[in-house]
């Protein structure tokens, strides 16, 4: 009788034991992902390596506004792939997602929009909406460069706001399509570039309408995207965007005209030393991810980009209005850059080429000094190689994920 009753009492055990591990504890899982190579033009091979990522469900259970080094590099990751709607496919595929849809990828595209993925999972009792969002593509570039001119009244920046409403609506539509539960869902949220302004301003969106607790948000290399007043309150903390001090995307528009970004930034080191201190690791991480050396910037270079580009617009209004003489074009600050975004999309290249070559005599030589950096006189004076420019090696998603790694490391 005592057997039988040991028996059955181990037994029972077992089973409330295997009850517990799966209800109360969590299982870490290993997906394998594509982290791939951020293309300077739509011509590039796009190169991608393996990378392999561990976590467990319980991941979405935690606050958002405590960072998670997981879903940081996760969303990387997916971040690079968004570049190749295929890639992304492939990666949320890999972490489980199903009902994946994908919008405004085709040939077709609407250039003040945005290439957005979707796909969602269900863990637990709440479904995972997995928002990947593309970085800039071909003529995207001027919706970039397009500040807006009433931003006193609008206080965001009017390229990304379109982008982020196109993204909303595919949103909505999504959520009615496979009847996601708005009181049972769950946002993660990402991009990279352009892509991550429209992440940044869509989050803050999506926690006005369904509460803080219910977005995570990771984004990378996002230029500014706001003027409120109340972009970093706590409300709004657990929408991290990481910024590589390097990257003078992620400091345009200009602080100086009360530009800032919604939730939390985080710089990858703010002084020379830390920057001297991590450049080997990250260095030898990039060179895993694209096979060659990882250029630096300096403090200097990088104010005088931003210094210059304040005298010659001191305004918003300056920036679209005031107009300087190049080689008998009157241009402002707006003009040229749209030109710049010309050249990047191989419009025009040498008539456009020249005269950004011709204006070292004007108030944009440091302009076009710092953008130029990096390039050789013969990529300079036919097709500008942006690929081995600077902005290449201190914006590029590989960049990014390096000094994230090095970054996680040293938490």
């Not at 301003?201 to 006005?208: E, R």
């Amino acid at each position: 009788m005592k057997r039988i009753t040991a028996i059955i009492l181990s037994v029972t055990m077992a089973f409330w034991g295997s009850f517990m591990l799966t209800s109360c504890e969590t299982i870490t899982q290993n997906y394998t992902l594509n982290f791939v190579t951020t293309p300077m033009k739509s011509s590039d091979d796009i190169a991608h390596v393996p990378y392999n990522i561990s976590f467990d469900e319980s991941i979405f259970s935690s606050s958002p506004s405590e960072f998670s080094p997981t879903l940081a590099k996760t969303a990387m990751v997916l971040s690079s792939g968004a570049y190749d709607s295929d890639f992304t496919q492939l990666n949320l595929d890999a972490l489980g997602f199903t009902h994946k849809a994908k919008f405004n990828y085709s040939s077709s595209y609407d250039p003040q929009a945005v290439g957005i993925s979707i796909a969602k999972r269900e863990i637990a009792n709440t479904t995972i909406v997995a928002i990947v969002l593309r970085g800039t593509y071909k003529k995207e570039w001027h919706s970039n460069f397009d500040i807006g001119r009433n931003i006193n009244e609008t206080n965001i920046h009017e390229g990304f706001f379109k982008a982020s409403n196109f993204a909303l609506k595919k949103l909505s539509q999504y959520m009615s399509n496979y009847m996601v539960n708005e009181n049972e869902c769950k946002f993660f949220v990402t991009g990279h570039s352009r892509a991550g302004a429209v992440a940044n301003l869509m989050s803050k969106t999506l926690i006005d309408t369904y509460t803080a607790d219910k977005v995570y948000a990771y984004t990378f290399a996002s230029p500014n995207t706001t003027t409120a007043l109340n972009a970093n309150i706590e409300l709004y903390s657990g929408i991290f965007n990481f910024v590589n001090p390097d990257d003078f995307i992620s400091y345009v528009p200009l602080s100086n005209w009360g530009f800032t970004k919604y939730g939390t930034t985080i710089e990858f080191f703010s002084s020379e030393e830390e920057r001297k201190n991590k450049l080997s690791r990250v260095n030898e991480k990039y060179k895993t991810y694209r096979n060659r050396e990882l250029k630096t910037s300096d403090k200097e270079t990088l104010s005088l980009f931003l210094d210059s580009a304040y005298e010659i617009a001191p305004t918003v209004k300056d920036y679209y209005d005031t107009k300087y003489d190049v080689l008998g074009i009157q241009m402002s600050m707006y003009d040229y850059m749209n030109m710049v975004a010309q050249i990047i999309n191989e419009e025009n290249v040498i008539s456009n080429g020249l005269i950004i070559l011709g204006s070292d005599a004007t108030v944009f030589k440091d302009i076009k000094d710092f953008l130029l950096i990096g390039m050789d006189d013969f990529s300079r004076t036919t097709t500008p190689d942006f690929d081995n420019s600077l902005i290449s090696y201190t914006h590029s998603a590989e960049t990014y994920l390096s000094y994230l790694e090095v970054y996680i490391e040293d938490m």
